[in-house]
């Protein structure tokens, strides 16, 4: 908004009159007899004359609050962005300029085919438009896949076939994410076009920093680059591009702080940090084709491994389907799942012992074990292996962040740091509206996002989520009349780094339990919610006439 141009709509009506008496005034005191109502002069010299003069006097008035760092503060909303950039410049702070959300679609097909897709096709979804950069080739033989360009053509359970593609948004922003399955409109369309949809998440997409979020990196801006105290930690990070909805970091004299106690008598010996940035305002779903070994032939049970490089860091393996199936909710029975620690390879490891120190880090690997009834078997034997689809979550720059703080350019010589995605608590609701009979419809999709962002948004720094900061939002999207039923409880379940849950509920607000044994607390775990965990039901109440 504020890098908008003002326009004459914009003037406050009775700051324009009030010019114009002004100037009718000087008119009249050098001739009475002038007739300025409704006349040419009026027209012509006296109406314009006051359109410019508060149309200039509000650009001054903005240029006044943008030149300051105190003007800034006060009004961040009517100081102009390109003078605040220059201003905040002067404290080694950029803009964040936003960037472009990017995936992969899958394009159905009725037909087994070679099928192309050029560049410059445009997918859809909720009016946003994703374009496909390269021409690409879809190919029914794998020995016709001479590069990235040429995707190999799998046959689906539905009888359709299918093949996966890459876009880009139009446009950046964080309305630009599409979430896994969503569907998708093709244009053009080739030949045996069935539908299309997102292949996972979308990756990236995020908005353009507002003056508001400059004025909160301030402390940042004039910190020390550097690996040392957290203020330094963070400016540095934040240097090196990586983003972050809220960080938080842990060490020595804490209680979470588990990683510096490995001598005799538990004791605390400083030396090591624990780095919890939360890299999104939502987990990602991420989507991996992965061969699974068999490990057990008469229950058709396999085993699937994730290295601690395939999503570093992640927190749950949702779902896990047949390559090539069309489901967009189930999964196959997943009968086990064994987190691990990966301490090996080059370069700097942190002292970890356990999961409890080292669960979403980068050095977190898993075996998972799932149950698939309809494999057909024959001429398999065990440990033959058999591809499939599997879909896991987490936040994503978890490994990048460890791999730059452990460089040697980088890292501090005295110190340990490791870095762990926030312990996660998921959280669940249904909301109840009575709505009042003649009363609008409520927009129920926009309240539900409204609902999903108010819980992202809360910092490591709250300790708690209020039922009261959902119920205010939800208020917006209400009539005359209608109601939300309370109590509202809200139950929120928070994943152990070592396996297991914390469940907890109230009507009230969520606490995050003090628990630093288990590295939960509120300086360590941040609440996520989907928009598919708010359920809205809308009740029409008949309210007889009075």
Same mark, same amino acid.
């Given at each position: 908004m504020s890098n908008d141009l003002l326009s004459l709509s914009d003037l406050d009506p009775d700051d324009v009159q009030q010019q114009e008496d002004e100037l009718k005034q000087l008119l009249l005191a050098e001739d009475p007899e002038f007739d300025l109502d409704n006349s040419v002069i009026y027209q012509m010299v006296i109406r314009p004359a006051a359109l410019f003069s508060v149309l200039n006097r509000d650009y001054m008035d903005r240029l006044r609050r943008s030149m300051s760092l105190k003007a800034i503060e006060e009004d961040p909303t009517l100081a102009d962005n390109?003078?605040?950039? %220059? $201003?905040l410049s002067n404290y080694r702070l950029t803009r964040g300029e936003g960037s472009t959300a990017a995936g992969s679609v899958v394009v159905v097909i009725s037909t087994f085919v070679t099928t192309s897709v050029p560049a410059g096709t445009v997918f859809t979804f909720e009016g946003k438009t994703f374009t496909v950069d390269d021409s690409y080739t879809g190919v029914t033989d794998s020995e016709n896949v001479l590069d990235n360009t040429y995707r190999l053509i799998t046959q689906r359970q539905d009888g359709n076939y299918s093949f996966i593609i890459d876009v880009t948004a139009d446009d950046v922003g964080s309305e630009y994410r599409v979430d896994v399955n969503s569907p998708m409109s093709m244009s053009p369309t080739p030949a045996n076009y069935v539908y299309s949809y997102a292949y996972e998440d979308f990756v990236g997409g995020t908005n353009v920093e507002t003056n508001q979020e400059l004025l909160d990196e301030l402390q940042y801006g004039m910190s020390m680059r550097t690996v040392g105290g957290r203020t330094h930690t963070i400016a540095l990070l934040g240097n090196q591009g990586f983003s972050f909805e809220d960080i938080s970091i842990i060490g020595f004299g804490d209680s979470e702080m588990l990683r510096d106690r490995h001598i005799a008598f538990g004791a605390s010996t400083g030396g090591k940090a624990d780095v919890y940035p939360r890299t999104l305002d939502k987990t990602q779903q991420l989507t991996f084709t992965k061969p699974a070994a068999? &490990?057990?032939?008469?229950?058709?049970?396999?085993?699937?491994? @994730?290295? *601690?490089?395939? @999503?570093? %860091?992640?927190?749950?393996?949702?779902r896990i389907l047949p390559r090539g199936s069309d489901s967009v909710s189930g999964s196959l029975e997943i009968v086990n799942e064994i987190r691990s620690l990966d301490l090996t390879g080059d370069g700097? &490891?942190?002292?970890?012992?356990?999961?409890?120190?080292?669960?979403?880090? *980068?050095?977190?690997?898993? /075996? $998972?074990?799932f149950k698939d009834p309809d494999l057909d078997v024959t001429g398999l034997v065990i440990n033959d292996t058999v591809d499939y689809v599997a879909y896991v979550s987490g936040l994503p720059s978890i490994g990048l962040i460890q791999d730059f703080l452990s460089e040697r350019g980088t890292a501090d010589p005295c110190a340990d740091y490791l870095v762990r995605?926030?312990?996660?608590?998921?959280?669940?609701?249904? &909301? $109840?509206? *009575?709505? *009042?009979?003649?009363?609008?419809?409520?927009?129920?999709?926009s309240m539900r996002?409204?609902?999903?962002? /108010?819980?992202?948004?809360?910092?490591?720094?709250? %300790?708690?989520?209020?039922?009261?900061?959902? /119920?205010d939002v939800c208020h917006n999207y209400l009539s005359d009349g209608d109601t939300i039923d309370l109590p509202i409880t809200l139950f929120g379940s928070i994943l152990l780094p070592a396996g297991g849950t914390i469940d907890i509920s109230s009507t009230d607000a969520l606490y995050i339990p003090d628990r630093p044994g288990d590295a939960v607390t509120s300086r360590t775990t941040a609440f996520f919610i989907k928009s598919e965990n708010v359920a809205i039901d809308v009740e029409t109440v008949d309210v007889p006439p009075v």
């Open positions: 390109d003078i605040v950039d %220059g $201003v068999i &490990i057990d032939l008469a229950d058709k049970i396999l085993q699937m491994s @994730f290295t *601690r490089d395939d @999503f570093p %860091g992640f927190y749950t393996i949702d700097f &490891i942190p002292d970890i012992d356990n999961l409890v120190e080292g669960g979403f880090s *980068r050095f977190q690997a898993a /075996v $998972v074990q995605a926030p312990i996660p608590c998921f959280v669940s609701l249904t &909301i $109840v509206v *009575r709505k *009042r009979d003649g009363n609008p419809d409520i927009d129920t999709d996002e409204s609902v999903v962002n /108010v819980i992202n948004d809360q910092k490591f720094a709250s %300790g708690h989520l209020a039922v009261s900061s959902v /119920v």
